[in-house]
């Protein structure tokens, strides 16, 4: 071998390739706490889209104030901020999303919301119905003028509103016998209620009856003459005691009809005055003043002579 090739050095370079880090599973983590996010946020839109404004609204304030109850939502004023720190921005999105999905699903949202408020109006009116009878009972326990005739004052609730009943008992009747001639006690009686009855919103129906009894006269006057003219009796003394004429809707006469004591039409409770604190329902069926429309009269069918 010759001295020029002993003295040539061959260097021979090899590339290395480098190893990547193991990544492990952090990635998996992030990316199912964004999937959970992204369907959460779908199904609050989704129940933005198909909730009633009430369901809204709870909704809203919920992200408002998290911190509160179950239940526990209310409707905050337009542009307040909840303890939470949310801004105005869910309420606006849920006016966003209260778009038309066409006339069918309107019109039944607004049944169902129309169903919704007449619901919870009855139910309102229901229960300032029971307290008014608890603030009645109240004030017949602490009047003295009524101590005496407790058991003559029945009150309940009826679907016309809180009924107040001023009964006969055997030996105490309201009316002189056979008239519409109250007695004293009984003016005292209505005087003591027009005042409580005043102080309430609510229109008044009175009505009066009588037992089985036959009204014996030679005239056509009856037991139904004989009751309307206790209930406007009634009436008069309700007016004297300080009601206002504005707050009677009805004054009717229904004889023995309607008896007390269904199983004894002869029994002294069936002769009473009904006094009912009437629901706006009941009010408004009372002053309805429809009426049905005359028929059209019918055409000849004689030919013309």
Known sequence: MSEQGRDTLIVVRRSRRKKHGHHGGAWKVAYADFVTAMMAFFLVMWLLGVGTRQQRAAIAEYFKNPSMAPGTATIAPPGKMGPGGASDSMIKLGGAMDVPHGPGKDRRAA?????????????????????????????????????????????????????????????????????????????????????????????????????????????????????????????????????????????????????????????????RISIIMMTKQAQDAALSQEEAPLPAPRSSSVPPT
């Open 111 to 271: 049944r169902l919301d129309s169903a919704d408020v007449e619901k919870l109006a009855r139910e309102h009116e229901k229960q300032r119905l029971e307290n008014l009878m608890l603030q009645l009972r109240a004030a017949i326990e602490k009047s003295q003028a009524l101590e005496p005739f407790k058991d003559q004052l029945l009150l309940d609730i009826t679907p016309e509103g809180l009924r107040i009943q001023i009964v006969d008992k055997q030996n105490r009747p309201m009316f002189a016998t056979g008239s519409a001639m109250l007695e004293p006690y009984t003016v005292a009686i209505l005087h003591e209620l027009s005042t409580f009855i005043e102080q309430a919103p609510n229109k008044v129906s009175i009505s009066g009856h009588t037992d089985d009894a036959p009204y014996s006269t030679e005239s056509r006057y009856s037991n139904w003459e004989l009751s309307a003219d206790r209930a406007n009796a009634a009436r008069r003394a309700l007016l004297e005691g300080g009601l206002e004429e504005e707050k009677i809707a009805r004054v009717v006469g229904l004889a023995a009809s309607v008896p007390f004591d269904k199983t004894n039409p002869g029994n002294p409770i069936n002769r």
